[in-house]
C-alpha cells in the first residue's frame, strides 16, 4: 500500500505522542509508590487505573512512573503529582476513584484536590 | 500481600532497582506433585555473601539495605504457611535468584491474583530493560518475551506505546484464559 503524504503526517505525529509518553517533557508527573507498603495497600491498581486515564483522556505529555518508599507506610498508596514548574503535590491513601478524580481535576484543570493531600 | 502476584511484583522491583536489564519470572504448577513454585531470576548487581545470609530476616536489615527487607520476609512467611519455603541465591555482579515454593492445594495460601495487572504494569515500568515472563500448568504453558516483542516492532518505538501495550493487554487476557491457576 502506498502511503500518502497525510499517512506520514499521521505516522509522525502517532510517533511524537509515544516518545512524549515516555519521556513525558513540559507536561505533569504521576508517581506512585511502589515499595512493599504501597504495592500491599493497592499500588498496583491505582497505577493501572493512572495509565488507563491518561491513555484514555489523551494526556499526551503526561508521564506515568514509580518511586520507592518514602516512609510514609501507613499513608500508601501514595500518588505525588509533580506539576510542569515542578511543584509537588502529595496525595494519600489514593484508590482507584481518587486517582481518576486527581488526573480529571488536578492534571486536566490545574485545581489540586485538597482533601486528598497529606496537609488536609 | 493478598495475591502472590503482589508478592510478585515487590521482588520484581528489587531487581529492577539492582539494575538488572533482564529479568526472568517463571510461575509452575504440577498439579500430581500438588507443587506451585515460583522464579524470579535477574542479572542485576547481586548481594555480598553476608547480605545474603541475613538478607531474610526483617530485623538485621540495616537502614541502608532497606530495599530488600520486608518485602522477602513476608513472601517467605507466606510460603512457610504452606508447607512451603523460599530461597535466594546471589552472587555480587552476576545476580539474583528467588525461588518460592507452595504447596499448592494448601488451605492458607492465597490465591496467585491477577497476574494479568501485574505484569502489564511490569513491562510499563521497565524502560529500556527486558522481561520474560512464562506460566505453566502441567502441560500448558505461555512465553511473554519483551525482546522478541521489540525484534518484531524492529522500529525502536517504546513498549509504553498505546498500541502496543493494548496488544501486550490481549495476549495476557488470551493466556489467563487458557492456563487456569488458582
New interface residues.
Given amino acids: 500500500m502506498k502511503k500518502t503524504a497525510a499517512d506520514l503526517e499521521q505516522i509522525r505525529k502517532e ?1 511524537l ?3 512524549e ?2 519521556t513525558g517533557k513540559d507536561g505533569y508527573k504521576i508517581i506512585v509508590g ?4 504501597g ?2 495497600a493497592g499500588a ?2 491505582v ?2 487505573e493512572a ?1 488507563e486515564k491518561v ?1 484514555e483522556k489523551d494526556l499526551d505529555s503526561v508521564t ?3 518511586m ?2 518514602i516512609g510514609l507506610c501507613s499513608m500508601e498508596p501514595i500518588v505525588e503529582v509533580i506539576s510542569p514548574s515542578g511543584e509537588k503535590t502529595r496525595y494519600i491513601k489514593v484508590n482507584k476513584e481518587k486517582i481518576d478524580n486527581i488526573i480529571t481535576s488536578h492534571i486536566i484543570d490545574g485545581n489540586v484536590v485538597s482533601e486528598y493531600t497529606s496537609e488536609s | ?1 493478598r495475591e502472590i502476584a ?1 508478592h510478585i ?2 521482588i520484581f ?1 528489587n531487581s529492577l ?1 539492582a539494575d538488572s536489564s533482564l529479568i526472568k519470572i517463571s510461575i509452575a504448577v504440577d498439579t500430581k506433585k500438588d507443587l506451585m513454585e515460583i522464579k524470579i531470576i535477574d542479572n542485576g548487581k547481586g548481594m555480598k555473601k553476608e547480605f545474603v545470609n541475613n538478607v531474610l530476616d526483617p530485623f538485621t536489615t540495616t537502614r541502608s539495605t ?2 530488600v ?3 522477602l520476609s ?1 513472601f517467605k512467611a507466606s510460603t512457610n504457611r504452606c508447607e512451603g519455603d523460599l530461597t535466594i541465591w546471589s552472587k555480587e555482579k552476576v545476580g539474583t535468584i528467588v525461588k518460592a515454593w507452595y504447596k499448592y492445594s494448601h488451605i492458607d495460601r492465597q490465591p496467585l491474583g ?1 497476574m494479568r ?2 505484569v ?2 511490569m513491562i ?2 521497565l524502560g529500556e530493560n527486558n522481561l520474560i515472563y512464562s506460566i505453566k500448568k502441567d502441560d500448558e504453558s505461555f512465553v511473554l518475551d519483551t525482546r522478541k516483542i521489540r525484534e518484531e516492532m524492529g522500529d525502536g ?2 513498549l ?3 498500541e502496543i ?1 493494548g496488544e501486550i493487554k490481549m495476549l495476557l487476557e488470551e493466556e489467563e484464559k487458557k492456563i487456569n491457576i488458582s
Fill in positions: 510517533t505522542k509515544n516518545v509518553l515516555r511502589m515499595a512493599t507498603c504495592i500491599a498496583r491498581d497505577f493501572k495509565i491513555i506515568v512512573g514509580q520507592g518508599c | 500481600m503482589l511484583l515487590d522491583y532497582q532497606r530495599n527487607g520486608l518485602g513476608l491477577n495487572d501485574t502489564y504494569i510499563l515500568t518505538s517504546p509504553t506505546s498505546p501495550m
